[in-house]
T-cell receptor, first 112, second 111 residues
Framework: RKEVEQDPGPFNVPEGATVAFNCTYS??????FFWYRQDCRKEPKLLMS???SGNEDGRFTAQLNRASQYISLLIRDSKLSDSATYLC?????????????FGSGTQLTVLP | SAVISQKPSRDICQRGTSLTIQCQVD?????MFWYRQQPGQSLTLIAT?????????ESGFVIDKFPISRPNLTFSTLTVSNMSPEDSSIYLC????????FGQGTRLTVV
């Protein structure tokens, strides 16, 4: 079983649609959780952190369920510019170092 | 967050040769990381680059193949040695302050 698993995608949605991505992680000792966005042929960039209380940033809402080891990202009112690959990232401690584990990514295409 | 300048952005190399990738950070960071990303796949950690000590390699990656330097807190290099076509991939460096941030990536093709 992969340490971090994401919806396989791809997701093709019309402009204005609401789309949700899911991610599960296997290490119950995982400490921090993030969603990164990666545009084609570009490096990943932080989209938002994910907190147990849930957090919202404009059209984006992220939620964490530690009991179910589950993370979600909701995008409302999709824009063409939201087209990208969304990576679920989970951190854990390895000795004194913090280690990031990436999901395989979910590809989103927003269609006009 | 801090900014990393990574170069080269891409290269096409002959098998058997070596390529050194450089990353320069605009501020000091304690930990730097090197990743590989195959097309359509996620990032795989190669090693953690520690300043003043040897890098720590992940399973499946060895120092002879991927030597790493970390001479100070703003700079690191990764060398892909004795390349074969299987080494064709995107290589990314990363640092951390309040978040993980990445260089622009090096797209390597070995022919």
């Amino acid at each position: 079983r992969k340490e971090v698993e994401q919806d396989p995608g791809p997701f093709n949605v019309p402009e204005g649609a609401t789309v949700a991505f899911n991610c599960t992680y296997s290490n119950s000792a995982s400490q921090s959780f993030f969603w990164y966005r990666q545009d084609c042929r570009k490096e990943p960039k932080l989209l938002m952190s994910v907190y147990s209380s849930g957090n919202e940033d404009g059209r984006f809402t992220a939620q964490l369920n530690r009991a179910s080891q589950y993370i979600s990202l909701l995008i409302r009112d999709s824009k063409l510019s939201d087209s990208a690959t969304y990576l679920c990232v989970v951190t854990s401690s390895s000795g004194s170092a913090r280690q990031l584990t990436f999901g395989s990514g979910t590809q989103l295409t927003v269609l006009p | 967050s801090a900014v990393i300048s990574q170069k080269p952005s891409r290269d096409i190399c002959q098998r058997g040769t070596s390529l050194t990738i450089q990353c320069q950070v605009d501020s000091q960071v304690t930990m730097m990381f090197w990743y590989r990303q195959q097309p359509g796949q996620s990032l795989t950690l190669i090693a953690t680059a520690n300043q003043g000590s040897e890098a720590t390699y992940e399973s499946g990656f060895v120092i002879d193949k991927f030597p790493i330097s970390r001479p100070n807190l703003t700079f690191s290099t990764l060398t892909v040695s004795n390349m074969s076509p299987e080494d064709s991939s995107i290589y990314l460096c990363s640092g951390e302050d309040t978040e993980a941030f990445f260089g622009q990536g090096t797209r390597l093709t070995v022919v």
